[in-house]
């Protein structure tokens, strides 16, 4: 089944303590991106991909680091989390954007809680 | 100014309407345009993309894209109870012709479907 895999899917952490969230896709997707979503200020993109070892910050990257060291995976790092870093995150991947079926496909989310 | 913005709702329609959703973009580079459905608690899905100026159909949706308006729409023909969800508008930013996986999404319409 062609899909995007997070784990875990729920998390809470302390303050601090390093932890990084996976996402995986069978796709072959050249392009992968993660987003948080909030009440009130909807999907926010983290960091986007455009294939392997090319990544560049989205529109709220700090607090946050990604590696793209195969195409399949793109990993989410929190470094020292924080409790405004409590969200819903989300993993997604698309066929690069000159493809005739462009169009991103979202994985099933982490629910973060940093206390 | 967001780059994407949507009117959040609620929209209300009864069973059987026409479900007419919003989306201005600011930016004019603004190339590709999505539309996601999203059910509470869960991932978006994607609805419809849409690349060029004029209407666009697939089954009970339409997408309509007038880029000299900057204006993106839905249309959701025999509305049903099981449309009602958070509909999301994405925009992709395109730089140099060419499209970096950079999204940008709005705050989402809620749409209820009332039998």
């Known amino acids: 089944e062609a899909q995007v895999t997070q784990n875990p899917r729920y998390l809470i952490t302390v303050t601090g303590k390093k932890l990084t969230v996976t996402c995986s896709q069978n796709?072959?997707?050249?392009?992968m991106s993660w987003y948080r979503q909030d009440p009130g200020l909807g999907l926010r993109q983290i960091y986007y991909s455009m294939n392997v070892e090319v990544t560049d910050k989205g529109d709220v990257p700090e607090g946050y680091k990604v590696s793209r060291k195969e195409k399949r995976n793109f990993p989410l790092i929190l470094e020292s989390p924080s409790p405004n870093q409590t969200s819903l995150y989300f993993c997604?991947?698309?066929?690069?954007?000159?493809?005739?079926?462009?169009?991103?496909?979202f994985g099933s989310g982490t629910r973060l809680t940093v206390v | 100014q967001k780059e994407v913005e949507q009117n959040s709702g609620p929209l209300s329609v009864p069973e059987g309407a026409i479900a007419s959703l919003n989306c201005t973009y600011s930016?004019?580079?603004?190339?590709?345009f999505f539309w996601y459905r999203q059910y509470s608690g869960k991932s978006p899905e994607l609805i419809m993309s849409i690349y060029s100026n004029g209407d666009k159909e697939d089954g009970r949706f339409t997408a309509q894209l007038n880029k000299a308006s900057q204006y993106v729409s839905l249309l959701i023909r025999d509305s049903q109870p099981s449309d009602s969800a958070t509909y999301l508008c994405a925009a992709d930013l395109v730089a140099g012709g060419t499209s970096y996986g950079k999204l940008t999404f709005g705050q989402g319409t809620i749409l209820t479907v009332h039998p």
């Open positions: 930016d004019r580079v603004s190339q590709s």
């Open positions: 796709m072959n997707h050249e392009y």
């Open positions: 997604a991947s698309s066929f690069r954007g000159t493809a005739r079926n462009y169009g991103y496909t």
